[in-house]
């Protein structure tokens, strides 16, 4: 197992091999196997590959983001816009139901309501704004609402755990109640637990995801 201060150098190197990120004002901090990150970035989409960036590095138990997002000058737009802009990227998507997705901007900061039926509509809508300009943080509160949510069963979910990652299976047990799905043991890697997670989303039904599991490293 890593020291905190090996894992603390395994993720500043991450950060710096990164392409995508300027990690010259991120500072890492690590105890006990949690990694916090601190500092500014220019853009959002940083904050977003900066905590991907750390999810890779083997040893992390957990990651504690405290980035803020600086908008240099030129990137800043009004609230006014931004909406507008996000208004084109649901209206030209066939995966987003624009009537049911409410999009609010203030300072930048982005609050999404309202509701869908599958889990990869949220990420898509999300990924999309990741990369918007002027786009500080996203606050995602769309619900997933499916008219077969009483259809969720268990075996279902652990059939796709045995296709897609065998080898944590047998370590993690699956709740399901009112297409609520929860998971709970341990896995090795924030990929694993990925893979995992989205397993279990990938079901028709489920409406959220609890994710109790433990990266042991």
Known sequence: MKSDSQLQLDVQAELKFEPSINA???GVT???GVVTLFGHVDHYFEKLHAEHAVQRVSGVK??????EVTLPSLTKRADGDIVHAIDNIISWSTLV?????HVKVEDGWVTLTGHVKWNYQKLILAGALSHLLGVR?????IAIKHDLAKSVVKGDIVDALNRRAKSEAKNITVEVKEGVVTLTGTVHSWNERALVNHAAWSNEGVCDVIDHLTVVG
């Open 97 to 101: 139901p624009k009537e049911h997705v």
């Open 137 to 141: 943080g996203v606050s995602d509160q």
């Open 30 to 32: 690590v105890q006990d």
């Open 62 to 67: 957990g990651i504690a983001m405290e980035i």
């Open 24 to 26: 010259t004002h991120i």
